[in-house]
């Protein structure tokens, strides 16, 4: 394929993973007239709706996760496609990720919601208390018929149906966030363990695919015993935060031990009051007592973790989001010198070696309309997320725009017009282009199994990630997955809001850094909480199942 002739100029592009901010200055690409043309108008044959667009519309669009100081109508030609194509301007409220919530709450209470909310946050009783009050559109009863692709990504969000037979209708457009190139059908988590793959080696522990709790001790006493590093009194064996220690020795085994669930015969139970939970804090508290976790665990975040193993180069393992791996292999390549055999990232698995988990929900933020929105306009937004959430919008949203992007070889295959380790993307304005925030998240783009960008450094995260999930897929058993309790899903009453004074992090923390007896003070946890726990178990019991004594 005869390559454009390119030219280009350097800018600053901040690329933010995972709370690590990762500066990445990349070229920024200037094409030519003539072929921004010619992307738009092959872009323009992706849309295979047929529908045509003479009137000019705006849309009032507040969201979470926009750059106030960006152009999203016209400072990308992605963004010019999406505005000439569908013929509309977006009227953008950027809402600071800093006081979110807050600021939504108040749109919504004071009854000033734009056309369009797209909010990260839900909370099923809050957003059932609002569609009650008269706060948000209904979609029309044939919304699924005329708009379906959105009614697809719909039908992967459990919670969407729950919603909607809640409250009689559909009131808000789940953004999906596996959907169209994920590798299985159950969603699992990415939660992952890195290990020093060097030290491993050198203290002959096997490099896996996934690692079962007490693995992962195992290859923690070797580095400790024999120091393979050389760090001394430094070396943290695991790095890790509470909240990742109780994924590990708690929710990878037993899902329920922070849960109110409902067992066989129907009744509900607290899962912290469980022997396995109680097996659980004994690993945990082994761990630490033998000094293989991070001492002061209970401070660390989960970027104070994961420098310790990637920066300052003292951990022998870290518990991090499988999301952080380029930030881990940035780390290793530039505070410590080393590549990537230095270190290895698997699954975390239960001590049965059986993935375990509740089902995933399976979305991130949810969109919702003004009470007295113009049908003209929810029908535009709804055609323009239609559009994204296709197969062709998802290759979209994946590849970039031919011409300009990417273009055809010879033989029909795809590839880069430009490099992509020097040119930034030309289509997108920024990070977060807006399109990229309607109707999915561009999450399982990593799973596509053709991309066109297919270099080494482009499949680096979807290769970790691959890796990571296939793993706990080829670990999934009848009942690894607990399916969330839809009849009682989205109760309120105060007995069920005092559940969320127990402070279960806390507890954890003090359990297992506490002095005496784990199990009597387990015990004493039990009937400290008895007071809120009982009441909370009566009602349920009481309301949803008929057998109740």
């Known amino acids: 394929m005869k390559r454009k002739n390119l030219i280009a100029w350097l800018v600053a592009l901040a690329l933010l993973l995972s709370g690590t901010a990762l500066a990445a200055e990349k070229e920024l690409v200037v094409y030519s007239e003539e072929d921004l043309a010619r992307a738009k108008e092959y872009t323009d044959t992706l849309d295979t709706s047929?529908?045509?667009?003479?009137?000019?519309?705006?849309?009032?669009?507040a969201t979470e996760m926009l750059d106030a100081t960006q152009d999203y109508n016209q400072g990308s030609a992605g963004s010019q496609w999406f505005t000439e194509h569908f013929n509309f301007d977006f009227d953008l409220v950027a809402i600071p990720d800093s006081n979110a919530n807050d600021k939504i709450r108040t749109m919504i209470n004071s009854g000033e919601?734009?056309?369009?909310?797209r909010w990260n946050g839900f909370d099923i009783n809050e957003i059932i208390s609002y569609i009650d009050q008269g706060l948000f559109y209904?979609?029309?009863d044939d919304w699924e018929e005329r708009w379906p692709n959105i009614a697809h990504?719909?039908?992967l969000v459990p919670v969407a149906d729950a919603l909607a037979e809640k409250v009689d209708g559909t009131y808000g457009l789940f953004r999906v966030v596996m959907y169209h190139y994920y590798p299985g059908d159950v969603v699992v988590s990415h939660n992952s363990i890195y290990?020093?793959?060097?030290?491993?080696?050198?203290?002959?522990?096997?490099?896996?695919?996934?690692y079962t709790p007490s693995e992962l001790l195992e290859y923690a006493r070797l580095?400790?015993?024999?120091?393979?590093?050389?760090v001394g009194a430094n070396l943290v064996p695991i790095a890790s935060d509470t909240g990742y220690l109780a994924n590990l020795f708690l929710g990878?085994?037993?899902?329920q031990y922070n849960q109110i669930y409902r067992t066989e015969d129907g009744q509900y139970h607290w899962g912290f009051s469980d022997p396995q939970t109680l097996e659980g804090l004994k690993l945990w508290k082994e761990a630490y007592d033998e000094g293989l976790i991070s001492p002061e665990f209970y401070v660390y975040s989960e970027t104070d973790a994961v420098n310790t193993f990637s920066i300052s180069g003292v951990a022998g393992a870290v518990l991090n989001p499988g999301s952080v791996c380029a930030a881990v292999k940035d780390g290793f390549a530039n505070d410590q010198g080393l590549d990537e055999t230095a270190w290895h990232q698997a699954a975390m698995i239960g001590e049965d070696g059986y993935y375990h988990d509740y089902a995933n929900d399976n979305f991130w933020g949810v969109t919702y309309f003004s009470a007295d929105i113009d049908e003209k306009v929810f029908e535009r937004y709804m055609d323009i997320v239609d559009f994204m959430v296709s197969d062709n919008g998802a290759d979209f949203r994946c590849n970039g725009m031919r011409y300009i992007d990417w273009d055809f070889n010879e033989d029909g295959t795809r590839s880069m017009v430009y490099d992509t380790s020097v040119y930034r993307r030309a289509s997108d304005s920024n990070f977060w282009p807006v399109y990229t925030l309607l109707g999915a998240c561009g999450d399982d783009n990593g799973f596509n199994p053709d991309p066109v960008d297919a270099s080494e450094d482009a499949l680096f995260y979807a290769n970790q990630l691959n890796a990571v999930y296939n793993a706990k897929l080829s670990r999934l058993t009848d009942d690894s997955i607990i399916e969330r309790d839809w009849e009682s899903y989205g109760f309120s009453s105060d007995a069920?809001?005092?559940l969320t004074a127990i402070d279960y992090r806390t507890i954890m923390a003090n359990l297992v850094v506490g002095e005496g007896d784990l199990e009597e003070n387990w015990q004493s946890i039990i009937s400290e909480n008895a007071y809120i726990i009982d009441p909370a178990l009566q009602e349920l019991n009481e309301t949803f199942n008929s057998g109740a004594e």
């Open 50 to 61: 047929g529908k045509t667009y003479d009137e000019h519309l705006t849309i009032e669009l």
């Open 113 to 117: 919601v734009p056309d369009v909310l």
């Open 138 to 140: 209904r979609l029309p």
């Open 153 to 155: 990504t719909q039908s």
């Open 195 to 210: 290990i020093r793959e060097d030290w491993a080696n050198a203290v002959g522990f096997e490099i896996k695919d996934a």
């Open 223 to 230: 580095i400790k015993e024999q120091d393979p590093g050389q």
């Open 252 to 255: 990878s085994t037993y899902p």
């Open 496 to 498: 069920q809001t005092a």
